[in-house]
């Protein structure tokens, strides 16, 4: 029988026990009994129960101390407090060590029922609340985020730093990181992970749309207005809200967003109401905000409000290590959807993948390996599946000197070869030896002409 069915009596008198395990059986709760503390904590470290009718007066340890170690369980019972010395105090003790209801000795075979009917009913709400927090961190916990190197590993540690505060974020990456997966783990990993997680992004809707999808709006606030509506941040009360492409925002949409963030309320558009909001915020971009400011199309004070808490997520490019594990990871996911047996990657597809720069990041990735596990004849993953473009990179973007400047034919070429060098550096992420095979040349020979023409190792001229 399943702990949502099953009570356990902690009394040390035995008739009583005795007539309470009769009265529940007669109700189909099936019940144990037993006389201490001691006894009903081991009992309830043995098996699950839903409910726990406990004496406040027991032989051994009082039941305010069952109470309190009851606190450490992962999936405790609803404790109903049972008493012949009633009292305020302890009411308050026990209630505030977690016990759910109090009844008085002696109490009515009716009253007793019915506070075990609804401690049970609490019982299922706390599974299915757990449950779907399991599932919130099955699916969105940072768990799922794939990698292995160190620029990964430093995004884990940061998630789950920040996670259980309830301070701003602000996740900076190109597009195709990751960055909304990160979000959802934050928030699957915080208390709010029950709460609900919104997530919009702010690129993708007009600008005098989104005032009106971001909070809301009163009936005749505009044409149209027909009707009052809630906006998003209204339904991620209590939980996250993810405003991705945040640079993209008005700048009156900005200021309000700024006083949200300070004063927790807000006013529908058109309204006049002050509307309080307990919302988390997360926010992203892919762009600079700090440039955004210095060029006025992004406010200073906004800026510093969401540059409390930065999370970076580097390019696929810079973490190639990751590459592997994320292929097998959507091989894996792919095959499961598409009700067929786990593929395998040749060696020659898999060096592509490798070589490729990825300028769509991991998404990018995914809609490769999705392609590929639909196209696959067999149960062999070969390049022949791949896009053209991953097998035909597109040419080096070079920008040739202009040739109106005064300048000697000696530098000229320089510069032009220091052009190619860095466009060729940034498509293999800054690695040299694959630099070095792109413009097919000795890696002995294209370290020399980093050290003759002052381009660091990290890509960038000095």
């Known amino acids: 029988m399943s702990a949502d069915r099953r009570v356990l009596i902690v009394d040390d008198e035995e008739i009583l026990r005795e007539v309470l395990c009769h009265l529940l059986d007669s109700e189909s709760w099936a019940s144990d009994a ?69 009844l008085a000795k002696p109490f009515k075979n009716e009253e007793l029922l019915l506070a075990v009917k609804n401690a049970f009913g609490h019982y299922e709400l706390l599974e299915e609340n757990r449950r779907l927090k399991s599932t919130l961190q099955e699916r969105y916990g940072f768990g799922n985020i794939i990698g292995r190197g160190e620029a990964m590993r430093q995004v884990f540690v940061l998630i789950a730093q920040v996670a259980p505060s309830r301070s701003t974020v602000l996740l900076l990456g190109e597009s195709g990181t990751g960055k909304e997966l990160v979000a959802r783990a934050i928030h699957a990993a915080s208390g709010r992970a029950s709460a609900p997680f919104v997530a919009i992004n702010c690129g993708n809707i007009p600008t005098d749309l989104l005032e009106s999808e971001l909070f809301g709006h009163v009936r005749g606030a505009f044409t149209g207005a027909t009707n009052s509506k809630k906006g998003l941040f209204e339904a991620a009360d209590g939980g996250t809200i993810f405003l991705d492409e945040i640079g993209t925002l008005s700048m009156e949409i900005q200021a309000r967003l700024l ?25 992203a971009t892919n762009t600079n905000l700090a440039l955004g400011v210095s060029q006025g199309t992004f406010r200073e004070d906004l800026y510093y409000r969401l540059n409390v808490i930065v999370i970076k997520l580097p390019a696929l490019r810079e973490r190639p290590e990751d590459i592997p594990p994320l292929t097998e990871h959507f091989i894996r996911k792919f095959s499961a959807e598409n009700q067929r047996e786990k593929l395998t990657l040749d060696h020659a597809a898999m060096k592509i993948l490798m070589d490729y720069s990825w300028p769509g990041n991991v998404r990018e990735l995914e809609n490769v390996m999705e392609r590929a596990v639909v196209l696959a004849p067999g149960d062999v993953i070969g390049a022949d599946l791949f896009p053209k473009n991953l097998l035909q990179p597109a040419p080096l973007e070079v920008t040739a000197p202009d ?60």
């Open 403 to 462: 040739i109106s400047e005064d300048m000697p034919l000696r530098d000229r070429v320089d510069t032009y070869e220091k052009e190619i060098i860095l466009a060729a550096l940034k498509r293999t992420g800054g690695n040299q030896k694959k630099a070095a095979e792109l413009l097919a040349v000795n890696p002995t020979t294209l370290s020399e002409k980093l050290k003759r023409l002052g381009i660091r190792e990290t890509g960038r001229a000095s």
């Open 34 to 102: 037993v006389e201490t503390g001691g006894e009903a904590l081991a009992r309830m470290r043995e098996r699950e129960y839903g409910v726990v009718l406990l004496d406040l007066m027991l032989p051994d340890i009082d039941g305010l101390d069952v109470l309190e170690e009851l606190r450490k369980f992962d999936r405790p019972p609803v404790a109903i407090m049972l008493t012949a010395y009633a009292s305020l105090d302890k009411a308050v003790q026990a209630t505030k060590l977690g016990a759910f209801n109090f």
């Open 259 to 283: 006083r949200v963030i300070q004063e927790r309320e807000f006013r529908r558009l058109g309204g006049l109401e002050n509307i309080k909001v307990d919302a988390r915020i997360i926010a």
